[in-house]
């Protein structure tokens, strides 16, 4: 079995973006901005992944270990599965983004609300762990069709991001 098409081009779409992104390190706030439709894209691609891995991944791939860390309310932290970050990406808010070396970490974080009542507070992991465990739990090849991982690669260097 292999993805259907939609979230194959949402995969091959956020690999090229974290491509253009390794190439600018820093730390980067997530900002409300409807100018730079590039960024508002990836938001939703990596939220539409998340959605799909909730909504059709197996529990036993959802236990898929992620690069990334987990802090609750008191302080503590822990290791992440796939189904932490899938979670935390649908109800949490995008904080930054911090590019380092050859890898991209988001950070989301809870709302004061959730955390006053003792849940989760932030949840950081790397994008390229994230991706490559949806070759498993989705059944995303990587590079299974060159035509459109290219063409996807090529979309935000033509538009100038």
Known sequence: ????????LTWSFLRAIAELWALHPG???????SENLI???AQMAIRALAVEVRETASIVDQRIPITG??????????????RDVTNKVVHGTPERV??????IVLHFV????????GRWTEISFS???????LH???HVKPHDSERRDGGSARFPKRTGT
């Open 27 to 33: 730390t980067y706030r997530v900002v409300d901005e």
């Open 136 to 138: 498993t739990a989705l």
């Open 39 to 41: 960024a508002a894209l």
């Open 110 to 117: 809870n709302s004061a609300n959730e955390v006053s009542v």
């Open 69 to 82: 860390v987990l802090t609750r309310s008191d302080g503590s932290a822990s290791a992440v599965t796939l």
């Open 127 to 133: 994008v390229t762990s994230f991706t490559d465990s």
């Open 98 to 103: 911090v590019v380092s070396g050859n890898d």
């Open 1 to 8: 079995m292999e993805a259907n098409p939609d979230v194959r």
